[in-house]
């Protein structure tokens, strides 16, 4: 049974993984592009992330990732905006932050994700700087002459009087990150196949064997799928933050382990670094409504541009009412 529904699908499978994403997917069925979005605000207490000097990583997240996920909502009401945590600590009242960051993958996952977005503040470890505040004297001894005639002189010099300066973070900007290409293997095992894809004869959900070489080479296509989608939408993000006139450090690959999340979700995902919470006009605009209303504006319109993408094949927004139903 199981071989006779692998065997009609998988030449299917392989003619849509392997063509371009923005071709028409509704010839396999009639499932949204975009049906579930995961959003998911960084970190939460007791793990607040990067501080500033009087916020928090997870303070920031959190209120953008609300923003965001509020106005996804009102203009794509027919799609499910799921939420890791909605509140100031981690998901599910965890305390362990490693073990948080396996249970929205896994909360992405289970709900069948498109696409899974990651909020985070950036910043930049301390750097000092060493600096001379002074002199002082120093008396040492040398020893002059040899044998009997040898004597001890005491001599004086000036010492350096060294102090250590932390230096000011002073940068600006976003960049977005996806999972990194040598993390393929990674990916590909998180990835498999999904449960919506396989059908038995009555509709029944089948569960396929995920180590057989049909369900690897349909991983493998989907992977490669799921980096170029990651890409496009990471470009998207980037390209909506210079509009709103941040500067932008582009999108990176990112293979630390900070960055596990991506691997681990069977979906097309991203990390968003908004900003850098070291610096003190930079803290000062994520903190305000301003700020707020800006990011999660870029990274709206981003969305937008990437379910028009999966739709039509092109990323130009129509002019409708977006941009007056929902102000910045």
């Given at each position: 049974m199981l071989k006779r529904v692998l065997s009609f699908i998988l030449p299917i499978c392989i003619f849509i993984f392997s063509s371009s994403f923005t071709s028409d997917t509704t010839t396999k069925s009639k499932r949204q592009p975009l049906k579930t979005i995961i959003i998911d605000a960084g970190h939460g207490l007791p793990d607040p992330g990067a501080e500033g000097k009087y916020s928090s990583e997870s303070q920031i997240t959190l209120a953008i990732a609300n923003q965001l996920g509020n106005r996804l909502k009102e203009l794509l009401p027919d799609c499910n905006?799921?939420?890791t945590r909605t509140d100031a600590n981690l998901p599910d009242g965890m305390t362990d932050r490693n073990k948080a960051n396996h249970y929205r993958a896994q909360m992405a996952n289970q709900n069948h994700g498109d696409l899974f977005i990651a909020i985070h503040v950036n910043s930049l470890e301390d750097r000092y700087q060493r600096r001379i505040e002074g002199y002082r004297e120093e008396t040492y001894h040398v020893y002059i002459g040899k044998g009997r005639k040898k004597r001890k002189v005491t001599k004086t010099r000036s010492v350096p009087i060294y102090r250590s300066y932390k230096l000011p973070c002073n940068r600006k900007g976003t960049e977005t990150y996806i999972w990194a290409v040598n993390k393929y293997d990674q990916k590909q095992q998180s990835v498999g196949l999904r449960e919506d894809d396989v059908t038995g004869e009555q509709g029944d959900s089948t569960i396929p064997d995920f180590d057989s070489p049909d369900a690897k080479i349909l991983a493998s296509l989907r992977t490669k799928k799921?980096?170029?989608q990651s890409l496009t939408i990471a470009?998207?993000?980037e390209e909506e933050f210079k509009k709103e006139g941040r500067t932008s450090y582009g999108v990176k690959q990112r293979n630390n382990k900070g960055i596990w999340v991506l691997q681990a979700t069977n979906m097309p995902s991203i990390l968003v670094e908004t900003g850098f919470i070291c610096t003190p006009e930079e803290e000062d605009y994520l903190n305000s409504e301003q700020g707020v209303?800006?990011?999660?504006?870029?990274i709206m319109r981003a969305v937008l541009r990437y379910k028009q993408l999966l739709e039509t094949g092109s990323a130009e927004l129509?002019?409708?009412?977006?941009?007056?139903t929902v102000n910045k």
């Open positions: 905006i799921i939420f799921y980096f170029d470009n998207f993000v209303n800006e990011v999660s504006y870029a129509p002019a409708t009412e977006v941009d007056s």
